[in-house]
T-cell receptor, first 110, second 115 residues
Framework: GEDVEQSLFLSVREGDSSVINCTYT??????LYWYKQEPGAGLQLLTY?????DMKQDQRLTVLLNKKDKHLSLRIADTQTGDSAIYFC??????????FGKGTRLSVIA | GAVVSQHPSWVICKSGTSVKIECRSL??????MFWYRQFPKQSLMLMAT?????????EQGVEKDKFLINHASLTLSTLTVTSAHPEDSSFYIC???????????FGQGTRLTVV
């Protein structure tokens, strides 16, 4: 089955760019997602990318997908303190449940 | 995006009692709903998948008699934790997906504390 891995912690200074990386194993995953979770809250969908795309940009967020290496990254430009949260990478296809990584805790230092 | 409302946001119950958590899709028909459990500082663990009108499919290791899932309508699924014990204390999150949707929308989660 699918296995999703991501680094557990990332610390950046306010105003810098943050890059959160993720790898997955199942090449048949057609959708790759990034979710944000703030303390005590549910998951908020940030963005997603289809497997036939290389890049997707949405305001401060840029998603890069290297399908050959099964590597996904989320870049947050001009990181703010409000971006501090846990970011989950998830992979899925069709109506199957999403498989989540363990989450990357992003800390933004003012 | 679509809205999924989960209720209650938090609940404290006594050991041995049952607790029901509701998950509602407010502006779309959720043909499939997923229930996840999240332990502190860990990822989401899928508990079960339910399609409207069908019995839920449970993941390995999840007791279906303890975690009762009902998906009787296209806008409501419920998870009942029966005879709750302290080890059932966790954060439970539902997500819902429409028939033609590519993404699943998540509820805000329910923090269950069993004392």
């Amino acid at each position: 089955g699918e296995d999703v891995e991501q680094s557990l912690f990332l610390s950046v200074r306010e105003g810098d760019s943050s890059v959160i990386n993720c790898t997955y194993t199942d090449s048949s995953s057609t959708y790759l997602y990034w979710y944000k979770q703030e303390p005590g809250a549910g998951l908020q969908l940030l963005t997603y990318i289809f497997s036939n795309m290389d890049m997707k940009q949405d305001q401060r967020l840029t998603v890069l997908l290297n399908k050959k290496d099964k590597h996904l990254s989320l870049r947050i430009a001009d990181t703010q303190t409000g971006d501090s949260a846990i970011y989950f990478c998830a992979a899925g296809s069709g109506n199957t449940p999403l498989v989540f990584g363990k989450g990357t805790r992003l800390s933004v230092i003012a | 995006g679509a809205v999924v409302s989960q209720h209650p946001s938090w609940v404290i119950c006594k050991s041995g009692t049952s607790v029901k958590i509701e998950c509602r899709s407010l502006d779309f028909q959720a043909t499939t709903m997923f229930w996840y459990r999240q332990f502190p500082k860990q990822s989401l663990m899928l508990m079960a998948t339910s399609n409207e009108g069908s019995k839920a499919t449970y993941e390995q290791g999840v007791e279906k008699d303890k975690f009762l899932i009902n998906h009787a309508s296209l806008t409501l699924s419920t998870l009942t934790v029966t005879s709750a014990h302290p080890e059932d204390s966790s954060f439970y999150i539902c997500s819902a997906r429409g028939r033609w949707d590519t993404e699943a929308f998540f509820g805000q989660g329910t923090r269950l504390t069993v004392v």
